[in-house]
């Protein structure tokens, strides 16, 4: 979290990380707070299939991701599975058939910031396997890949490999 040094309030270069949510000014006392920001991530799923993304840029370019994303102010978070899934994949969803499975902690480095992200988990059933038009600037690929058959190292996020074991072991 080096990358802050200058207090927003007063300007001076004062501004102190405390290891765990906030930076504070040593100088005029400001504080500012690094909350958790809310995240959505979506199992799109046909039988014993899933449907995963690659991601196409950094943080952890090129390794499998399921899709979803940040939640945006005023959004709850089915409107952003909503909206993530038609963004990345033109997928346009129906909110009430989505199921909400379980939340878990993650750590999303964006250009030598860390953001405390909760990551809420959903499935979401579909009727026929598709293939879609991707937002190349994201998703470099999108797969179908059998449960039995995903390996846990290709996934890019630490949330999803321990959300997928408890997964896998209950499917």
Not at 39 to 63: F, H, S
Not at 135 to 146: D, G, M, N, Y
């Amino acid at each position: 979290m080096k990358i802050l040094k200058y207090c927003p309030n007063c300007g001076k270069e004062s501004l102190q990380w405390n290891n765990e949510k906030k930076w504070s000014c040593s100088d005029c006392g400001f504080t500012l707070y690094n909350n958790v920001a809310g995240a959505v991530a979506v199992v799109i799923r046909y039988g014993d299939e899933i449907y995963l993304t690659k991601r196409n840029r950094d943080p952890k370019k090129g390794k499998l991701d399921l899709a979803g994303g940040f939640v945006d102010p005023k959004e709850n978070a089915e409107e952003t599975c909503k909206r993530e899934l038609f963004e990345e994949l033109q997928l346009d969803i129906d909110i009430s058939k989505l199921k909400y499975l379980t939340s878990l902690p993650n750590v999303y480095q964006y250009k030598e910031i860390n953001y405390n992200t909760i990551d809420l988990f959903y499935e979401y059933n579909v009727q026929e396997k598709f293939e879609v038009n991707l937002e190349l600037s994201e998703i470099s690929e999108a797969k179908w890949i059998p449960l039995n058959e995903l390996n846990l190292d290709e996934i890019a996020f630490d949330s999803q490999k321990k959300f997928f074991e408890t997964y896998l072991s209950s499917n």
